[in-house]
């Protein structure tokens, strides 16, 4: 996890444009460099490293002696580096994974690059020699990427799009900043004066498929057919794989504990994986909730089965909306349910970077849009209504969870790892017939708690554990903190604040005093940007107002059972 930052073709001084690349500072607190490229006095690289992999050679631009026209900005980890420079015998110069991208670039070209890379990345590739720049980003946006380019060629590219906002440049008062698309690529000409022009933007992945990497990789083979009991080895082969080929890092590793099922699998799979590693030092996992809630008992429980190292945040409802603003600045929306559900996750990521030494910590966000997770799911049409909902939540990802899951974690210097979203276990998972997926006999995800059923991997009450509704585990059902939030906002947001809401924020128009409160505190950090959010995060077939599934009836139903 790290911090990038471009400019193309710049027309003000660079040194005063260096600043903006200080708004991502938090995305790297080990090291900054700024570098100009030779004979484009206009065009500059910045970077922030968090020192994950090669402490020796890690710093960005990554340049190399055989490629001295290759200029390399990248963020993520790139899990098969190694794999496939033992099968094409490349030269490495470093130990760094992104090398790698340099090489299979000068092998087959950007195309290729992209799709051989099993990993999450944003990257910046500048080559001098054919004078083209190339943007790409992960199959979902795990890791995020943002531009902001002018009719006259002047390009901007950032991490976060806090790093771009405030550039100045002569032809264009306001820069457009908008966010780069997940599993595209861009390839630009870059002009004797600095200036690019783009050349083409390409789909190079669809989640559905199965990547070209897969050619290369060490899975063992997987059987054919969608009998129940094979597709069951199957996922807990590529599950297994999702989580071992995660643990290439030199930091320590730790995990995020909710004491729901994605959270719990990830852990317990985790905790196996480093002692067949045989890493010295014991997991540890973190939990977050008010006193009494749910998700710290259930939390409590798994630890206490699997054997980590637990940790338990508490946190009161003050401290709760008193970092509502800080929340909605790091996270870069007003998307009301990411909003919500974000504030544990900055807190107790604020608690592991003051209190622990864990740097990488494995999440399971993804898991909902990927083994149709939410409640709502109950209410599909049909299997095929359910799978094209499954999709379309996996190709959002980069709006919602995984946007909350980076900017939460990254805001504290920490760096997200995310195994339901690995490639293979994905592609394979939208491979199976869309009535094995969808949810039976009322309970959600029920492939994937079948799967893990005779493992012993957790208790079995949390492998049953029902979903718990949007960022409510965390508090107890008496108060929840939808609740809370309700209550709170109730005194500072009126009914005429409301009744112009239409006139004040004509696009995305908050409907709720939350949404308008947390649209109020975006607009203060980020005035005019309010399109970087497309729409708000709704569920489906049913008449919502509100996304928490508290307010939904099989919720409703579930608690009084």
């Not at 490229?37 to 990554?62: E, K, S, W």
Request: proline share 4%; aromatic share 12%; with cysteine.
């Amino acid at each position: 996890m790290c911090g990038i930052w471009a400019l193309f073709g710049s027309d003000d001084c660079l040194s005063v444009q260096c600043l903006s690349a200080m708004k991502i500072a938090h995305r790297g607190p080990d090291a900054f460099r700024f570098e100009n490229v030779n004979g484009y006095t206009n065009c500059c690289f910045g970077f922030h490293r968090l020192a994950v992999v090669d402490q020796l050679f890690g710093m960005q631009p990554i340049r190399v002696k055989k490629y001295p026209y290759l200029w390399l900005c990248y963020n993520g980890e790139i899990y098969n580096h190694k794999k496939l420079q033992q099968h094409f015998e490349f030269e490495y110069q470093t130990k760094v994974d992104g090398e790698i991208i340099l090489h299979l670039y000068d092998k087959g070209g950007i195309e290729q690059t992209v799709s051989m890379l099993d990993g999450v990345f944003a990257f910046i590739l500048l080559d001098t020699a054919t004078k083209k720049v190339f943007l790409g980003r992960d199959t979902y946006g795990v890791r995020p990427l943002f531009k902001a380019m002018t009719e006259d060629g002047f390009l901007a590219v950032c991490s976060e799009a806090k790093g771009l906002v405030n550039l100045k440049h002569s032809t264009t008062p306001f820069l457009k900043v908008e966010p780069f698309l997940p599993g595209h690529y861009e390839v630009l000409d870059l002009k004797p004066n600095g200036k690019v022009a783009s050349v083409e933007m390409v789909k190079y992945h669809h989640c559905r498929d199965e990547p070209l990497h897969a050619l290369y990789d060490n899975v063992e083979k997987l059987f054919p057919g969608f009998e129940i009991e094979t597709v069951k080895n199957n996922l807990r082969i590529l599950f297994d794989n999702a989580i071992k080929k995660r643990l290439m890092t030199d930091r320590r590793i730790g995990c995020l504990l909710s004491g729901g099922l994605d959270s719990s699998l990830v852990a317990a799979t985790l905790l196996k994986q480093l002692k067949e590693a045989h890493v010295q030092y014991p997991l540890q996992t973190f939990a977050i909730g008010m006193e009494d809630s749910t998700d710290l008992l259930a939390a409590r429980k798994v630890a206490n089965h699997i054997g980590s190292e637990h940790h338990e945040v508490l946190f009161n409802s003050e401290e709760g909306i008193q970092v509502l603003d800080e929340v909605i600045f790091s996270l870069e929306t007003y998307d009301i349910t990411t909003v919500r559900a974000s504030v544990g996750m900055y807190l107790v990521s604020k608690y592991i970077r003051k209190n622990t030494d864990s740097v990488v910590i494995f999440s399971g966000e993804g898991s909902d849009e990927l083994t149709q997770g939410y409640i709502y799911f109950h209410k599909a049409p049909s299997p095929e209504k359910a799978e094209e909902e499954s999709e379309r939540l996996l190709k959002e990802l980069y709006l919602f969870d995984v946007l909350r899951a980076d900017r939460t974690t990254a805001a504290h210097g920490l760096e997200l790892r995310v195994p339901f979203l690995d490639h293979r276990f994905s592609s394979y998972y939208l491979s199976l017939p869309p009535d094995m997926r969808i949810p039976k006999n009322g309970i959600e995800k029920h492939l994937l708690r079948e799967t893990f059923e005779d493992s012993n991997l957790i208790p079995k009450d949390i492998l049953w554990r029902p979903k718990e509704a949007f960022s409510d585990g965390i508090t107890s059902v008496k108060n929840s903190w939808f609740r809370i939030l309700q209550d709170y906002i109730e005194h500072q947001v009126d009914d005429a604040m409301m009744a112009a809401a239409a006139q004040k924020f004509p696009f995305n128009t908050p409907k709720t005093k939350e949404g308008y409160y947390y649209r109020q505190i975006f607009e203060r950090h980020y005035p005019g940007r309010a399109d970087w959010l497309t729409h708000y995060w709704m569920p489906r077939w049913i008449n919502a107002t509100d996304p928490s599934a508290r307010t939904l009836a099989h919720y409703k139903a579930a608690a009084k059972a």
